[in-house]
């Protein structure tokens, strides 16, 4: 098992900066993808970022490209998600989640082994 935690959400103004950890314990892979997720209310969980366990491939939603940078954390916190500009269309409970297989790029959200319990990101006006 793994267990993943974000952390690092809140309450900001648009044009503002978030950055987002992901910590990861439990189960280790040798090679894994890490991914970003956000739903915000009344809408599907859609995909944001990813990026493989050696930072050589990435992957960005058209929506996020140009404004948030994923990134490899430290041995405890896996992956970063640096968010800027940010707007209040970002608004949303924001996911980690761990493929320990990477059968494509970008992998598939039903391919996400394990999932974190979210943090919330509230972009005001």
């Known amino acids: 098992q793994v267990q993943l935690v974000e952390s690092g959400g809140g309450l900001v103004q648009a044009g503002d900066s978030l950055r987002l950890s992901c910590a990861a314990s439990?189960?280790?892979?040798?090679?894994?993808?890490v991914g970003w997720f956000r739903q915000a209310p009344g809408k599907d969980r859609e995909p944001v970022a990813a990026?493989?366990?050696?930072?050589?491939?990435?992957y960005y939603a058209d929506s996020v490209k140009g404004r948030f940078t994923i990134s490899k954390g430290n041995a405890t916190i896996m992956v970063l998600l640096q968010m800027n500009s940010l707007k209040p269309e970002d608004t949303a409970v924001y996911y980690c989640a761990v493929d320990g297989t990477i059968s494509r790029w970008p992998p598939r959200q039903y391919e996400y082994d394990y999932w974190g319990r979210g943090t919330q990101v509230t972009v005001s006006s």
């Open positions: 439990g189960r280790t892979f040798s090679k894994y993808a």
């Open positions: 990026i493989t366990w050696s930072g050589g491939r990435t």
